[in-house]
């Protein structure tokens, strides 16, 4: 079973990046296809940006193109989700997600595994 461990949240003024982490054990991280969610207080779990295994296909949400950046090191069993220009909109907790297969998928049923999720909030 593949455990998905996240870090590299925080608080930041708006206009600024952070860098969020996906730590995979357990399994080879070249096995999953992997995705990013966040889930602003009071709202529903919402697909951020997926990449595809080793990394040739990627998926934004149309909220976060241009400004956020999906990549992966699976020599480090690593997920990265680089963020910039950030805004108050983006404050929520961003949860990592691993799915099988090689279809990359907005939709957050379609992941097997989650991390805890990491908070990140943005000041106006």
């Known amino acids: 079973q593949v455990h998905l461990v996240e870090s590299g949240g925080g608080l930041v003024q708006a206009g600024g990046s952070l860098r969020l982490s996906c730590a995979v054990s357990g399994r080879a991280s070249s096995d999953y296809v992997m995705g990013w969610f966040r889930q602003a207080q009071g709202k529903e779990r919402d697909f951020v940006a997926a990449i595809g295994r080793g990394g040739g296909t990627t998926n934004y949400a149309d909220s976060v193109k241009g400004r956020f950046t999906i990549s992966r090191d699976d020599a480090k069993n690593t997920v990265y989700l680089q963020m910039s220009s950030l805004s108050p909109e983006d404050t929520a907790v961003y949860y990592c997600?691993?799915?099988?297969?090689?279809?990359?998928?907005?939709?957050?049923?379609?992941?097997?595994?989650w991390g805890q999720g990491t908070q990140v909030t943005v000041s106006s």
């Open positions: 997600a691993a799915k099988r297969g090689i279809l990359l998928s907005t939709t957050p049923g379609a992941y097997d595994n």
